[in-house]
């Protein structure tokens, strides 16, 4: 006798299945939304996620630098605090930072530090802060004079890969990327993708947060200056984390997110997500044809709902 075969689901033509992004089984990643303005230290928000086989823990969101408030503090508290959390993770952590670990290609020739950028942020941030943050200096006069060489803005390759939108305001681009590259120029760590990954010593990655709820669930703008009904979009930016990332999180959190007309915590939420999702691939994301000396902004894969 034959059985009745079961019915089967129908799927709708033309459309695709629930994106899904492979996470990690284990290890600890930060992600950390970064800000250049007078009193930085208020603003820089850093969200700390733990993967489980079952699950991705939001475990912290927090602002690390509340009592270092200017740029230099920050400055020079970042090889400490990034160690510290090293040694909390225990077994191997990964930051992700929402700044340009690099420059353009053309502007690194124009400033002569090619050859330092193509060694790496350690070296480059050295040499640029030798040359326009000696003691005492402003970051935002030093980043009006690298302005004043370069002229107008460059994007790099990876730019152009992860169609970043220029930061508004004259110079902000270039004072993010200067003062996070000094900020991490004396931190232990290995940065990719100039160098491999290292056992017992942090890894820090460039992210850019807004690519993942475009490439999730095609949704742009959710910060509250992007227009009207941002909290909706945050929302629903945190129920596609939910489901396609396996993201679990407290209700207090989720509120002090949506909450959040800047987007920074979810923003460093986002970064956090996308650093443990490269980690996932092993980091195996760079194209042949971009700049050793520019860097790479890792994600998740894109559009992960095509499948």
Not at 19 to 33: E, I
Not at 169 to 198: C, N, Q, Y
Request: glycine content about 8%; charged content about 25%.
């Amino acid at each position: 006798m034959v059985r009745p075969s079961e019915p089967e689901q129908v799927a709708v033509p033309g459309r695709c299945p629930e994106p899904r992004v492979k996470m990690p089984d284990h290890g600890t990643f930060l992600g950390v939304a970064w800000s250049a303005v007078q009193g930085a230290g208020n603003q820089i928000v850093a969200a700390r996620l733990q993967c489980e086989p079952d699950r991705v823990r939001l475990a912290r969101l927090w602002r690390p630098f509340q009592h270092a408030p200017t740029r230099r503090n920050v400055i020079e508290r970042m090889p400490a605090w990034i160690a510290e959390e090293a040694r909390l993770a225990g077994h191997g952590l990964t930051l992700g930072f929402d700044f340009p670990l690099s420059l353009a290609e053309t502007h690194l020739r124009q400033l002569g530090v090619l050859r330092q950028a193509i060694s790496g942020p350690a070296a480059l941030g050295r040499a640029l802060a030798e040359r326009y943050l000696p003691a005492g200096a402003d970051v935002g006069a030093a980043a009006e004079a690298v302005r004043s060489e370069l002229g107008r803005d460059q994007p790099r390759s990876t730019d152009c890969h992860r169609a970043v939108a220029p930061h508004p305001g004259k110079a902000t681009a270039l004072r993010r990327a200067l003062f996070g590259i000094a900020a991490l120029a004396a931190a232990d760590v290995s940065f990719l993708p100039w160098d491999e990954p290292e056992s017992g010593k942090p890894t820090v990655v460039e992210v850019y947060p807004p690519h993942l709820p475009r490439s999730l669930a095609g949704i742009c703008g959710y910060r509250d200056g992007d227009g009207q009904g941002r909290p909706a979009l945050r929302a629903a930016v945190l129920r596609t984390l939910r489901s396609a990332a396996r993201l679990r999180f407290e209700m207090e959190e989720a509120a002090e997110i949506v909450g959040d007309g800047t987007g920074a915590t979810l923003d460093a939420v986002l970064g956090a997500v996308a650093a443990a999702s490269a980690s996932q691939a092993a980091f195996h994301q760079v194209p042949r044809d971009v700049p050793r000396s520019e860097g790479w902004i890792y994600s998740i894969p894109d559009e992960p709902w095509r499948r």
